[in-house]
């Protein structure tokens, strides 16, 4: 029953902010793992951030790491990307994952691992 809605995207020059955030319509995901994708055009959905639902635990791919960061709020039920010094590279769709999680230090990278996706968000940054 776990529906995510990202919302945050956008049009933003290189070298802004942005910050993305996924809300849940249904269950709460407090104890779930959750992670941040992106697809660009003609492209496979990739891997961008992860985070446990202690949130003491994240990940990053090497390409945003230092850039981006992932947080959450369990009491808001919602996860947050802040991305900074955006490239136009990072142009993407960008979905919020979810999946229950019973190890608390737990962190998934693959989409395999995730159950439950939102329907993406458009950030796009112009040179």
């Known amino acids: 029953q776990v529906q995510l809605v990202e919302s945050g995207g956008g049009l933003v020059q290189a070298g802004g902010p942005l910050r993305l955030s996924c809300a849940p319509s249904?269950?709460?995901?407090?104890?779930?793992?959750m992670g941040w994708f992106r697809q660009a055009p003609g492209k496979e959905r990739e891997f961008v951030a992860a985070?446990?639902?202690?949130?003491?635990?994240?990940a990053y791919v090497d390409s945003v790491k230092g850039r981006f960061t992932i947080s959450r709020d369990n009491a808001k039920n919602t996860v947050y990307l802040q991305m900074n010094s955006l490239k136009p590279e990072d142009t993407a769709v960008y979905y919020c994952?979810?999946?229950?999680?019973?190890?608390?230090?737990?962190?998934?990278?693959?989409?395999?691992?995730?159950?439950?996706w939102g329907q993406g968000t458009q950030v796009t940054v112009s040179t």
């Open positions: 994952a979810a999946r229950l999680q019973y190890t608390s230090s737990s962190l998934y990278t693959r989409r395999d691992e995730y159950a439950y």
């Open positions: 985070i446990s639902w202690s949130a003491y635990n994240t």
């Open positions: 249904g269950r709460t995901f407090s104890t779930y793992a």
